[in-house]
């Protein structure tokens, strides 16, 4: 494999990098940036892991932003260009069963050794050997990390590995033997997931080089967890926003803080400032304000817990129970097509937010005869069980994606709701586009509340620092 080329230079290429990084969510401000150009220049370009680690010690802010970051630095500063070995793109042909076969063999004996030099030159191997797909001629060609992953099946090789780890220390003690084998296993998929990790990063290499650094670094690279919409999102992005709950929470009580001071002046009293413009000949110049003694608001949070959207819900349940020293009471309610509440478990639930919506749909009674929501029911045995939580000085959040399974919404139920409370507001998980499809009643429920469309983390932010009352 060839050196890498300096296309648009050092600063263009780290230029890139933060650009790209932006565009994914990352906080990144000229100072961060002029401290990644003087990094780089303190350390050099002749070792590129020292340039990584630099880059990111003075970019990154959260270690959680490695999962952004160390992709897209492969694309603008990568290990080198072109094929392995120098071979051009033309010249490569789809590897054969004998290929595949020996290819194998020796990716046994790299994991066997951990030889990460060699990892790296098998996975440029493997893409130009089975990745390709296209033409060159018609512009459609590129490579595939799947197609090289499916071909080669490196997880198939747990046990040749094994057997080559256990040959080379013959002769060592032997006791302990199933505890020894279980941790060799769990290290050789390790370094197996590593492997395929550096087939996904060479893949996305080739095609950078064909179609630009800076579109497949934008468009093949995950976003960060806040901006994956809850609908779409994996358990290590679900996992990565409730460890984010406490930090985001504290943010947003700096912001309610603010607003509940600024709400503390109230309007003119006119009466007053008349008064005090005796003084001054009739001329009020100073404005007195009525002092407004606001009582802390009282919270109702009514979530939706089936399916795909109990993600989405459980995290908002989370945030909110961290915001509670905001408010003068919260009540939490948790529904499938059975309404309970569930306060005591979302506060209980702060010491292990990952087993929430277990203990949610375990202990608590949310569902009835069937497990698809029912929101007409949800919302007439609220209406029927719980209104008295409603009041005067409460807002109502209701979190779902007002999906009904073709069964009555209820309409009148959440009349009643909104008849009782300060404010009602409805956060949909679902994009506007997705709100008059199938059996979504979204449009019938906006008719009666504030509905609002709230896809990731970064929007339910936004809107529960604009939306919570003061």
């Given at each position: 494999?060839?050196?890498?080329?300096?296309?648009?230079?050092?600063?263009?290429?780290?230029?890139?990098?933060?650009?790209?990084?932006?565009?994914?969510?990352?906080?990144?401000g000229p100072g961060e940036t002029v401290d990644a150009a003087a990094a780089l220049e303190a350390l050099g370009l002749t070792d590129r892991e020292r340039i990584r680690e630099g880059l990111a010690a003075a970019l990154l802010h959260q270690e959680s932003q490695r999962a952004v970051f160390d992709p897209v630095f492969d694309l603008y500063f990568p290990l080198?260009?072109?094929?392995?070995?120098?071979?051009?793109?033309?010249?490569?042909?789809?590897?054969?069963?004998?290929?595949?076969?020996?290819?194998r063999e020796r990716l046994v004996a790299a994991l066997a050794a951990n030889d990460q030099a060699l990892l790296g030159r098998l996975a440029a191997e493997a893409v130009d050997g089975f990745g390709g797909y296209g033409s060159s001629s018609s512009g459609t060609d590129g490579y595939s990390s799947y197609q090289t992953l499916s071909r080669l099946r490196p997880e198939t090789l747990l046990t040749r590995v094994l057997a080559a780890l256990r040959a080379g220390s013959t002769g060592q003690e032997t006791g302990g033997a199933a505890f020894t084998d279980r941790l060799d296993a769990d290290e050789i998929r390790r370094r197996i997931e590593g492997f395929?990790?550096?087939?996904?990063?060479?893949?996305?290499?080739?095609?950078?080089?064909?179609?630009?650094?800076e579109e497949i670094a934008r468009r093949a690279?995950?976003?960060?967890?806040?901006?994956?919409?809850?609908l779409l999102?994996?358990?290590?992005?679900?996992?990565?926003?409730?460890?984010?709950?406490?930090?985001?929470?504290r943010r947003l009580a700096t912001r309610l803080a603010a607003r509940r001071r600024?709400?503390?002046?109230?309007?003119?009293d006119l009466r007053r400032t008349l008064r005090g413009s005796l003084s001054t000949g009739g001329v009020p110049m100073r404005p007195v304000l009525r002092r407004r003694r606001p009582a802390r608001p009282e919270l109702v949070l009514l979530c939706d817990v089936s399916g795909s959207v109990a993600g989405f819900a459980n995290f908002t349940m989370l945030l909110v129970q961290a915001l509670h020293d905001q408010f003068s009471k919260v009540r939490v309610f948790a529904f499938v097509n059975r309404v309970d509440e569930v306060t005591d478990l979302v506060s209980r639930g702060a010491a292990d937010p990952g087993g929430l919506g277990a203990r949610i749909l375990g202990q608590a009674t949310v569902t009835g005869?069937?497990?698809?929501?029912?929101?007409?029911?949800?919302?007439?045995?609220?209406?029927?069980?719980?209104?008295?939580?409603v009041g005067p000085r409460s807002t109502v959040?209701?979190?779902?994606?007002?999906?009904t399974n073709m069964s009555d919404p209820n309409l009148p139920a959440l009349r009643q709701i909104a008849g009782r409370a300060r404010q009602v507001y409805w956060l949909n998980p679902e994009g506007r586009s997705q709100w008059s499809a199938g059996d979504s009643a979204a449009y019938a429920y906006a008719e009666l509340v504030e509905m609002h469309e709230c896809r990731n983390a970064r929007q339910l932010s936004a809107l529960i620092a604009r939306l919570l009352p003061v």
């Open positions: 494999m060839t050196a890498p080329q300096d296309e648009g230079g050092v600063t263009g290429r780290l230029t890139g990098l933060v650009g790209t990084l932006r565009s994914h969510g990352l906080r990144i080198g260009v072109g094929a392995p070995d120098g071979r051009g793109d033309h010249a490569r042909e789809d590897g054969g069963d004998a290929d595949r076969n020996a290819l395929r990790e550096r087939v996904r990063t060479e893949a996305r290499r080739r095609v950078a080089e064909r179609r630009g650094t690279v995950a976003t960060t967890a806040d901006r994956v919409d809850f999102a994996g358990r290590a992005h679900l996992d990565e926003l409730r460890r984010a709950v406490h930090p985001l929470a600024r709400a503390a002046h109230g309007t003119i005869w069937h497990g698809s929501s029912d929101y007409g029911t949800s919302l007439g045995e609220f209406a029927e069980r719980f209104l008295d939580v959040f209701v979190l779902g994606d007002a999906r």
